[in-house]
C-alpha cells in the first residue's frame, strides 16, 4: 500500500485521469439487494430501481447484487411484485455489469432444504432470466448441500462463488471451533467444488481488522481463487476491516450507495474510492458519476422509504452485536417478536439463553436460516419453558434441524435435546447422516398438480413450491382470482408529500382533532348531496328520520393515507374471536372472555354462537399454516392440531385436551393475534 504513485491532484481533471492501479480493488454493488434489505426490510421495489439503474451500469462494477436472500420472499409477499419479472426487468437497464444473487444452497431462497428438483429448476431458471453470479452458502457450512445447485451453476456456465459463513464463538477469531485452520479447511474444500471465487460472509459484522488481516493473507497463500469479502457494518468495525482485507490482498469488496449504507448495511462505497486514490489498490472509479447516483436516490427515491428506517436509536452501531456476536437483524427480530408477546422485559435472559440454545444445537453459525431458528426457540425457551421442563416448545424446524435435514453442525447436537425433538418426529426418530437432499422427494411435479387450472409456468411452480400459503395467495392477485390489498400498493411521492404537509401542520398545532359523533342508523330515504365549501368538496347524506331532515354524516373527499380508515379486510380475525387474559394456550371457554378483537358496537352479535369447550389459543402472534384436523375429528390430547407459523418458524400447537373439534375459526394462510380462539376443542 505504501506504492503511491506520483500522481499530483491539483484539480478534478488530474483525478480523472489518473492512471490505472496494478492490481486495482473489484467492487460489488450490494444496493439494490443487502441494502435495502439490511435498512428498509427488503421493501425495495422494481420501480425505484430503474431511476439508477443505467447510471449504475457505468461505473464498472466487477457486478451488482440484484436478488436472493428476502428479495424473492418479500416481494410476492408484501409487495404484490413477482421475484422473477424484476430480474428480466433490470437486465434492460444494466447492459455491462453482472449481475449477482444470493443463493441460501439446498435452502434456494427459502428456509429450509428443498429437493433437488427444485434446487436445480430454480437456478436454470435464474439464469435464464439474466442472472451471472451465484454467490452460494450454506448455514451449517455444509458444503454437501451445494452439490446440486452448483452442478446446475456449472452446467449453465456460471460463475460459482463459494461462501464460508463467518462465525465466532468468543469476542476474536480462535477457539476449538472457528478458528484459522477451519476457514482454510473450507476454502480448500471450496477449491476442490470448483469455486470461481470465494466470499468470506462476515453476515453479523463481527470481524475485526486484524482478524480479516491474517485471515485473508492465509487465504490468499492458500489458494489462487480470488477472494470476496462481505462484512455488514453493524458493529462498526466494517471500514477498517475492508481496509486491513485490502492491505491483506483481498480481490473484491462489497460496498452500498451511500444512501442504502451503514447502520445494519455494508460501508459506502465513496469513502473507499477516496481512500483508495493514487495507490496500486486504487478502484478506478468517477466519484462524481456516484454522487449523481446518490443524488437521484436522495430525492427521487428514499423518501419513499425513510419511514422504514429504525430510527428508535440515534446511535448508528449496535453495541450488542459486539457483546453477542449474533447478527443485528436476528437481534431486531428477537425484539420485536418479544414486544408483540409483551415481554420485552425479558430480552435479557434471551440474550442469557441463546447461547446455550446454539451450543445445544451444534454451536451453527447464525444467519439465515439459522439465526432464526436458533432466536425463535430461545425465545420459545424462555417464554413457556418451566423448572421440570427445557425445551417446551421445539419448533418443526428445530426438529428438522435435529433429524439433520439442514445438514452436518459444527460440532454434535445435545444428544438428550436431538431424543426430545426427534420423539415422535414423522420422519423417523433416528438423525440421517447423508446429504440432506437424498432424503427429499422431489417435489414439482406435487406443486404442478396443485396448480393445475391456474397455471402451467415453471416459475409460478417454482415460487409456490418455496412458499406454498403467500405464494398461492401471490399467484391468485397475478392470475385475477384475488384483489390485493391496499397495503400492498407502492407508496408514491404524492402520498409521502401529503404525509409530510399533515405533519408540519400538526408540528404547528394547526391540526385540530376531529371530534367523533356516533352515527346514527340510516333509513331508507337517505339522499346525497355534493357540497362545495370553498375549494373544499364534501358529500353530505341526508336522512329524515321522521321530522325534518337533518344533517349525520359528512366525508371530506381528500382522504390522506395517514388518516385512512382501517377497512374491514385488514381487521382479519372474525368477530367471535376472543382475546383471553394471560393463560398461553388453552383456557376453558366458560371463562369470562375480555374485550373482543374487533370492537364494532354496531354491529349486531346475537348470531354469533360461542361453541362450548376448550379453546386453543395461539401463543403468539403469527400466521396459519394448516389445520391438521376439521371440524368434527376427534384429537388427543398432545396431537398437534395445526401449524402457526411465527417469525417464520412453524410451530406444531398440541391439543389441551381430548375431544371433538367444535370450531375452527381461521383458515391456511390468516394471520393471527397472540391469544387469538384458533379452535375450540369439547
Ligand atoms: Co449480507
Given at each position: 500500500?505504501?506504492?503511491?504513485?506520483?500522481v499530483?491532484?491539483?484539480?478534478?481533471k488530474?483525478y480523472?485521469n489518473?492512471?490505472k492501479?496494478?492490481?486495482?480493488v473489484k467492487?460489488q454493488?450490494?444496493t439494490?439487494?443487502?441494502g435495502h434489505q439490511?435498512?428498509?426490510?427488503?421493501?425495495g421495489?422494481?420501480?425505484d430501481m430503474?431511476?439508477v439503474?443505467e447510471?449504475m451500469d457505468e461505473i464498472?462494477f466487477?457486478?451488482?447484487e440484484v436478488w436472493?436472500?428476502a428479495?424473492?420472499?418479500?416481494m410476492?409477499?408484501?409487495?404484490n411484485?413477482?421475484?422473477?419479472?424484476?430480474?428480466r426487468?433490470l437486465?434492460?437497464?444494466?447492459?455491462?455489469?453482472?449481475?449477482?444473487m444470493?443463493?441460501?444452497?439446498?435452502n434456494?431462497?427459502?428456509?429450509?432444504?428443498?429437493?433437488?428438483?427444485v434446487a436445480?429448476?430454480f437456478?436454470?431458471?435464474?439464469t435464464?432470466?439474466?442472472?451471472?453470479?451465484?454467490?452460494?452458502?450454506?448455514a451449517?457450512?455444509?458444503?454437501?448441500?451445494f452439490?446440486?445447485?452448483?452442478a446446475a451453476?456449472?452446467?449453465?456456465?456460471k460463475?460459482?462463488?463459494?461462501?464460508i459463513?463467518?462465525?465466532?464463538?468468543e469476542p476474536?477469531?480462535g477457539?476449538?471451533v472457528y478458528?484459522?485452520?477451519?476457514?482454510l479447511?473450507?476454502?480448500?474444500d471450496?477449491?476442490?467444488?470448483g469455486?470461481d471465487?470465494?466470499?468470506?460472509?462476515?453476515m453479523?459484522?463481527?470481524?475485526?481488522?486484524?482478524d480479516a488481516?491474517?485471515?485473508?493473507?492465509?487465504?490468499?497463500d492458500a489458494t489462487?481463487i480470488?477472494?470476496?469479502?462481505?462484512?455488514?457494518?453493524t458493529s462498526?468495525?466494517?471500514?477498517m476491516?475492508?481496509?486491513?482485507?485490502?492491505?491483506?490482498?483481498v480481490?473484491?469488496?462489497d460496498t452500498?450507495?451511500?444512501?442504502?449504507?451503514?447502520?445494519?448495511?455494508?460501508p459506502?462505497v465513496?469513502?473507499?474510492?477516496m481512500t483508495l486514490v493514487g495507490t496500486n489498490?486504487?478502484?478506478g472509479f468517477?466519484?462524481r458519476k456516484?454522487?449523481?447516483?446518490n443524488d437521484?436516490l436522495?430525492?427521487?427515491?428514499?423518501?419513499?422509504?425513510?419511514h422504514?428506517l429504525?430510527?428508535?436509536?440515534?446511535?448508528?452501531i449496535d453495541i450488542?452485536?459486539?457483546?453477542?456476536?449474533t447478527?443485528g437483524?436476528?437481534l431486531?427480530?428477537l425484539?420485536?417478536?418479544?414486544?408483540?408477546?409483551?415481554?420485552?422485559?425479558r430480552i435479557?435472559?434471551?440474550?442469557?439463553?441463546l447461547?446455550k440454545?446454539?451450543?445445544?444445537l451444534g454451536?451453527?453459525p447464525?444467519?439465515?436460516?439459522?439465526?432464526?431458528?436458533?432466536?425463535?426457540q430461545?425465545?420459545n425457551n424462555?417464554l413457556f419453558?418451566?423448572e421440570?421442563?427445557?425445551?417446551?416448545m421445539?419448533t418443526?424446524q428445530v426438529?428438522d434441524?435435529c433429524?439433520?435435514?439442514?445438514?452436518?453442525?459444527?460440532v454434535p447436537?445435545?444428544?438428550e435435546?436431538?431424543?426430545k425433538a426427534?420423539?415422535?418426529?414423522e420422519?423417523?426418530e433416528d438423525p440421517i447422516?447423508?446429504?440432506p437432499g437424498e432424503?427429499?422427494?422431489p417435489?414439482l411435479?406435487?406443486?404442478?398438480?396443485?396448480?393445475q387450472?391456474?397455471?402451467?409456468?415453471i416459475?409460478?411452480i417454482?415460487?409456490?413450491t418455496?412458499?406454498?400459503?403467500t405464494?398461492?395467495?401471490?399467484l391468485?392477485y397475478?392470475y385475477g382470482?384475488?384483489?390485493?390489498p391496499d397495503s400492498?400498493r407502492?407508496?408514491?411521492?404524492d402520498d409521502?408529500?401529503k404525509?409530510?404537509a399533515?405533519?408540519?401542520?400538526?408540528?404547528a398545532g394547526?391540526?385540530?382533532?376531529?371530534k367523533?359523533?356516533?352515527v346514527?342508523?340510516m333509513?331508507s330515504?337517505?339522499r346525497t348531496?355534493n357540497?362545495?365549501?370553498d375549494?373544499?368538496y364534501?358529500e353530505?347524506?341526508v336522512?329524515?328520520?321522521?321530522g325534518?331532515p337533518i344533517?349525520?354524516h359528512s366525508?371530506?373527499q381528500?382522504v390522506t393515507p395517514a388518516?385512512?380508515?382501517?377497512?374491514p379486510q385488514?381487521?382479519?380475525?372474525?368477530?367471535r374471536?376472543m382475546a383471553?387474559?394471560a393463560a398461553p394456550?388453552?383456557?376453558?371457554?366458560?371463562a369470562?372472555?375480555s374485550?373482543?378483537l374487533?370492537p364494532?358496537?354496531s354491529?349486531?352479535t346475537g348470531d354469533?354462537?360461542?361453541p362450548?369447550?376448550?379453546q386453543?389459543l395461539?401463543?403468539?402472534?403469527?400466521?396459519i399454516?394448516?389445520?391438521?384436523?376439521?371440524?368434527?375429528?376427534?384429537v388427543?390430547k398432545?396431537?398437534p392440531?395445526?401449524?402457526?407459523e411465527a417469525?417464520?418458524?412453524?410451530?406444531?400447537?398440541p391439543?389441551?385436551?381430548s375431544g371433538?373439534?367444535?370450531a375452527?375459526?381461521f383458515?391456511?394462510?390468516?394471520?393471527v393475534p397472540?391469544?387469538?380462539v384458533?379452535?375450540?376443542i369439547?
Amino acid at each position: 500500500m505504501s506504492d503511491h504513485y506520483a500522481v499530483k491532484m491539483k484539480s478534478i481533471k488530474d483525478y480523472n485521469n489518473r492512471p490505472k492501479a496494478d492490481n486495482p480493488v473489484k467492487i460489488q454493488d450490494l444496493t439494490l439487494r443487502d441494502g435495502h434489505q439490511s435498512l428498509f426490510a427488503t421493501r425495495g421495489r422494481t420501480e425505484d430501481m430503474i431511476p439508477v439503474a443505467e447510471m449504475m451500469d457505468e461505473i464498472g462494477f466487477w457486478g451488482v447484487e440484484v436478488w436472493g436472500g428476502a428479495t424473492f420472499d418479500t416481494m410476492h409477499r408484501f409487495l404484490n411484485e413477482d421475484p422473477w419479472e424484476r430480474l428480466r426487468t433490470l437486465k434492460r437497464y444494466f447492459k455491462k455489469t453482472p449481475f449477482s444473487m444470493l443463493l441460501r444452497g439446498q435452502n434456494v431462497v427459502g428456509y429450509r432444504n428443498y429437493a433437488d428438483d427444485v434446487a436445480k429448476a430454480f437456478v436454470e431458471q435464474a439464469t435464464e432470466n439474466g442472472m451471472d453470479i451465484f454467490r452460494t452458502f450454506d448455514a451449517l457450512n455444509d458444503f454437501r448441500n451445494f452439490e446440486t445447485v452448483v452442478a446446475a451453476i456449472k452446467s449453465c456456465q456460471k460463475h460459482f462463488q463459494g461462501c464460508i459463513c463467518y462465525s465466532l464463538t468468543e469476542p476474536r477469531m480462535g477457539g476449538d471451533v472457528y478458528n484459522l485452520k477451519y476457514y482454510l479447511d473450507k476454502a480448500r474444500d471450496l477449491e476442490t467444488m470448483g469455486a470461481d471465487s470465494i466470499c468470506i460472509k462476515d453476515m453479523a459484522g463481527i470481524m475485526a481488522p486484524y482478524d480479516a488481516f491474517e485471515l485473508i493473507k492465509a487465504l490468499k497463500d492458500a489458494t489462487p481463487i480470488p477472494i470476496h469479502l462481505h462484512s455488514h457494518f453493524t458493529s462498526g468495525m466494517a471500514p477498517m476491516t475492508h481496509l486491513k482485507a485490502i492491505e491483506a490482498g483481498v480481490d473484491i469488496i462489497d460496498t452500498c450507495m451511500t444512501s442504502y449504507a451503514y447502520r445494519t448495511s455494508h460501508p459506502a462505497v465513496e469513502p473507499l474510492v477516496m481512500t483508495l486514490v493514487g495507490t496500486n489498490r486504487d478502484t478506478g472509479f468517477d466519484i462524481r458519476k456516484l454522487a449523481k447516483i446518490n443524488d437521484v436516490l436522495e430525492k427521487e427515491v428514499l423518501p419513499k422509504y425513510k419511514h422504514l428506517l429504525d430510527d428508535s436509536k440515534v446511535s448508528i452501531i449496535d453495541i450488542n452485536v459486539l457483546l453477542h456476536q449474533t447478527p443485528g437483524g436476528m437481534l431486531s427480530n428477537l425484539v420485536n417478536q418479544l414486544r408483540e408477546m409483551d415481554a420485552l422485559d425479558r430480552i435479557d435472559e434471551v440474550y442469557k439463553e441463546l447461547p446455550k440454545v446454539r451450543k445445544d444445537l451444534g454451536q451453527i453459525p447464525l444467519v439465515t436460516p439459522t439465526s432464526q431458528i436458533v432466536g425463535i426457540q430461545t425465545v420459545n425457551n424462555v417464554l413457556f419453558d418451566t423448572e421440570d421442563e427445557k425445551y417446551k416448545m421445539i419448533t418443526g424446524q428445530v426438529k428438522d434441524l435435529c433429524y439433520g435435514l439442514y445438514g452436518k453442525t459444527a460440532v454434535p447436537i445435545n444428544p438428550e435435546l436431538q431424543a426430545k425433538a426427534l420423539h415422535c418426529y414423522e420422519r423417523g426418530e433416528d438423525p440421517i447422516t447423508c446429504r440432506p437432499g437424498e432424503v427429499l422427494e422431489p417435489e414439482l411435479e406435487k406443486s404442478r398438480k396443485e396448480l393445475q387450472g391456474l397455471t402451467s409456468n415453471i416459475e409460478d411452480i417454482i415460487l409456490y413450491t418455496l412458499y406454498p400459503v403467500t405464494g398461492k395467495k401471490f399467484l391468485s392477485y397475478k392470475y385475477g382470482k384475488e384483489t390485493p390489498p391496499d397495503s400492498m400498493r407502492p407508496r408514491t411521492l404524492d402520498d409521502v408529500k401529503k404525509e409530510q404537509a399533515l405533519i408540519a401542520k400538526a408540528k404547528a398545532g394547526k391540526l385540530v382533532e376531529k371530534k367523533e359523533v356516533p352515527v346514527p342508523e340510516m333509513g331508507s330515504h337517505t339522499r346525497t348531496f355534493n357540497v362545495l365549501v370553498d375549494d373544499e368538496y364534501f358529500e353530505v347524506k341526508v336522512d329524515e328520520p321522521g321530522g325534518q331532515p337533518i344533517i349525520t354524516h359528512s366525508v371530506p373527499q381528500q382522504v390522506t393515507p395517514a388518516v385512512r380508515a382501517v377497512s374491514p379486510q385488514q381487521v382479519s380475525p372474525p368477530s367471535r374471536v376472543m382475546a383471553a387474559p394471560a393463560a398461553p394456550v388453552a383456557q376453558p371457554a366458560s371463562a369470562p372472555p375480555s374485550k373482543p378483537l374487533t370492537p364494532k358496537p354496531s354491529e349486531p352479535t346475537g348470531d354469533v354462537c360461542e361453541p362450548t369447550g376448550t379453546q386453543l389459543l395461539a401463543p403468539m402472534p403469527g400466521m396459519i399454516v394448516s389445520y391438521n384436523y376439521n371440524v368434527g375429528d376427534r384429537v388427543g390430547k398432545g396431537q398437534p392440531v395445526l401449524i402457526l407459523e411465527a417469525m417464520k418458524m412453524e410451530n406444531a400447537l398440541p391439543a389441551p385436551v381430548s375431544g371433538v373439534i367444535r370450531a375452527i375459526n381461521f383458515k391456511s394462510g390468516d394471520s393471527v393475534p397472540k391469544n387469538a380462539v384458533l379452535c375450540v376443542i369439547g
